[in-house]
Nanobody, 123 residues
Framework: QVQLVESGGALVQAGDSLRLSCVVS????????AGWFRRAPGKEREFVSA???????GYADSVKGRFTISRDSAKATVYLQMSSLKPEDTAVYYC?????????????????WGQGTQVTVSS
C-alpha cells in the first residue's frame, strides 16, 4: 500500500549537481518525517538528510552546505538537491518515511523505505 519510489540517480563527475526525487504514495501519515540515507560499497547505511512537516531539517556533516532537502506536499514528493558532488558521495541513496515524533538521524525511526537509486561520482 505505502510505496516510496526514488529516481534521479546517475553517473556524474566530481563537482556536478544532481537532484533526487522520492514520490510517497499511500498516505502513511498526515505529518511525517522524510529522510535520505545512503549506503556506500563496503560501508554501513548512513544518514544524509531529513525534513519534518514543519520545515525543520537536518544534515550529516559530510554533506552540509552541499546538499539541500525539500518537500512538495501537493505532489507528495521529497527532494534531495546535491551539488559539488565528490567521489565519496557514491552510494545507493534511499528515501524513508517515519512518524512525526521520530528523531531525524536514526534509521530505526523510519517505517517505510524505497528501493534506492544509484549515484556514482567519478573523479
Amino acid at each position: 500500500q505505502v510505496q516510496l519510489v526514488e529516481s534521479g540517480g546517475a553517473l556524474v563527475q566530481a563537482g556536478d549537481s544532481l537532484r533526487l526525487s522520492c514520490v510517497v504514495s499511500g498516505r502513511p501519515y498526515r505529518n511525517y518525517v522524510a529522510g535520505w540515507f545512503r549506503r556506500a560499497p563496503g560501508k554501513e547505511r548512513e544518514f544524509v538528510s531529513a525534513i519534518r512537516a514543519t520545515g525543520e531539517t537536518g544534515y550529516a556533516d559530510s554533506v552540509k552546505g552541499r546538499f539541500t532537502i525539500s518537500r512538495d506536499s501537493a505532489k507528495a514528493t521529497v527532494y534531495l538537491q546535491m551539488s559539488s558532488l565528490k567521489p565519496e558521495d557514491t552510494a545507493v541513496y534511499y528515501c524513508a518515511v517515519g512518524l512525526p515524533s521520530s528523531l531525524l538521524r536514526i534509521p530505526r525511526g523510519y517505517d517505510y523505505w524505497g528501493q534506492g537509486t544509484q549515484v556514482t561520482v567519478s573523479s
